[in-house]
T-cell receptor, first 113, second 115 residues
Framework: AQSVAQPEDQVNVAEGNPLTVKCTYS??????LFWYVQYPNRGLQFLLK??????LVKGSYGFEAEFNKSQTSFHLKKPSALVSDSALYFC???????????FGIGTKLQVIP | EAGVAQSPRYKIIEKRQSVAFWCNPI?????LYWYQQILGQGPKLLIQ????????DSQLPKDRFSAERLKGVDSTLKIQPAKLEDSAVYLC?????????????FGPGTRLTVL
């Protein structure tokens, strides 16, 4: 079975500071990894994904994520947070041999002006 | 390109009543997903269609939930009868389905409140 853990319910960061939202995963094989963002009263929007290759993946709105196979992690990062980044962030994983995508419970990011 | 459309956006019903949700995926997307997102949790897959066939419905409570995608395009999800614990946001998503690394495109969701 595959699973995703997002250990922080909420992350608070001051505007302009770097941010990190943590994600660890468990799969039986090689993973596909995704980050999605959800703004209030809206559906999830795709941010970035790791498939293979370079461990540092760049995505939308200046976000990036680093795949670490030994630590089974895929943390989301941004060098300088904006107030508009405040939202709910979901990490998701799919085992390459498995149809279903499993989502984490989400981390609320609060960027403080 | 039009996104994934869902209706209604909000629905309030009493327990034991029936309700139906509609989803129209992005044109050309072969794979369609229905998720249930309970407050404070991540989306949980209810059912996945590839064209008009079911790929995965292992987490669909089949005694009360049903879904169909008859022509391989739009889809309906029905709950009959509803229970209090069905209160959630129901998300529809789609992708082209050709590759397992494809990201999903989500609709705005239907917020269901069961009283």
């Amino acid at each position: 079975a595959q699973s995703v853990a997002q250990p922080e319910d909420q992350v608070n960061v001051a505007e302009g500071n770097p941010l990190t939202v943590k994600c660890t995963y468990s799969v039986s094989g090689n993973p596909y990894l995704f980050w999605y963002v959800q703004y209030p009263n809206r559906g999830l929007q795709f941010l970035l994904k790791y498939i293979t290759g370079d461990n540092l993946v760049k995505g939308s709105y200046g976000f990036e994520a680093e795949f670490n196979k030994s630590q089974t992690s895929f943390h989301l990062k941004k060098p300088s947070a904006l107030v508009s980044d405040s939202a709910l962030y979901f990490c998701a994983v799919r085992d390459k041999g498995y149809q279903k995508v499993t989502f984490g419970i989400g981390t609320k990011l609060q960027v403080i002006p | 390109e039009a996104g994934v459309a869902q209706s209604p956006r909000y629905k309030i019903i009493e327990k034991r009543q029936s309700v139906a949700f509609w989803c129209n995926p992005i044109s050309g997307h072969a794979t369609l997903y229905w998720y249930q997102q309970i407050l404070g949790q991540g989306p949980k897959l209810l059912i996945q269609f590839q064209n008009n066939g079911v790929v995965d419905d292992s987490q669909l409570p089949k005694d009360r939930f049903s879904a169909e995608r008859l022509k391989g395009v739009d889809s309906t999800l029905k709950i009959q009868p509803a229970k209090l614990e069905d209160s959630a946001v129901y998300l529809c998503a789609s992708n082209s389905g050709g590759r397992r690394d494809n990201e999903q495109f989500f609709g705005p969701g239907t917020r269901l409140t069961v009283l």
